[in-house]
């Protein structure tokens, strides 16, 4: 069982560049979300779906879009990266109910 | 607004003996609390979650925590550390007051056990 798969692990990219980040789920969870992490600041929500065809804003939604087609995948769009934007991301997945998240492995980025 | 603080950036021990990784929360209704470890260049792993029920939580490797309303902390705890416990902590709150039901993210601790 994969469970969540990002990519890419990591990417050096320039500023003014389009981005996306894959997160692809194969456990069925209706739940979706995209994190940031930094060091002192732990892990922020980007955005999140709460189910296909639904987005909603996160904690720092502001340089990222997403979208939700189907169930399985929820791919973070950077429509033009700025350095600000360098960070480890993280894609997770989960149920309505109030257990646990499941997170991939990551995807850092660098913005040159 | 829900909140968690963990109030130490580092905690040192050494091999053998107990640990202990504060955690204080702050949530409107019921709170569902849970523990992250991240080891380097990883994702996070789950450790264990309170929900409803008895106080003291068991989760994997033989970590522990234990949910006090009155002090709003979810201290998560270890009778005996090991070396290949060190790593990043986190504890984290699910939200159920937004529409997005996240979880909302300490800081990190830090652990680091000594041989």
């Known amino acids: 069982i994969a469970g969540i798969t990002q990519a890419p692990t990591s990417q050096i990219l320039a500023a003014g560049r389009r981005m996306t980040l894959r997160c692809t789920q194969d456990m069925r969870h209706n739940a979706m979300y995209w994190y940031r992490q930094d060091l002192g600041l732990g892990l922020r929500l980007i955005h999140y779906?709460?189910?296909?065809?639904?987005?909603g804003k996160g904690e720092v939604p502001d340089g990222y879009s997403v979208s939700r087609a189907n169930t399985d995948d929820f791919p973070l769009t950077l429509a033009s990266a700025v350095p600000s934007q360098t960070s480890v991301y993280f894609c997770?997945?989960?149920?309505?109910?109030?257990?646990?998240?499941?997170f991939g492995e990551g995807s850092r980025l660098t913005v040159l | 607004a829900q909140s968690v603080a963990q109030p130490e950036d580092q905690v040192n021990v050494a091999e053998g003996n107990p640990l202990t990784v504060k955690c204080t929360y702050s949530v409107s209704g019921n709170p569902y609390l849970f523990w992250y470890v991240q080891y380097p260049n990883r994702g996070l792993q789950f450790l264990l979650k309170?929900?409803?029920?008895?106080?003291l939580v068991k989760g994997s490797y033989g970590f522990e925590a234990e949910f006090n309303k009155s002090q709003t902390s979810f201290h998560l705890k270890k009778p005996s550390a090991l070396v290949s416990d060190s790593a990043l902590y986190f504890c984290a709150v699910r939200d159920f007051n937004q529409a997005g039901t996240a979880l909302i993210f300490g800081k990190g601790t830090t652990l680091s056990v000594s041989s």
């Open positions: 997770a997945s989960g149920t309505a109910g109030p257990g646990e998240l499941f």
């Open positions: 779906s709460n189910t296909a065809g639904t987005t």
């Open positions: 309170y929900i409803t029920g008895d106080n």
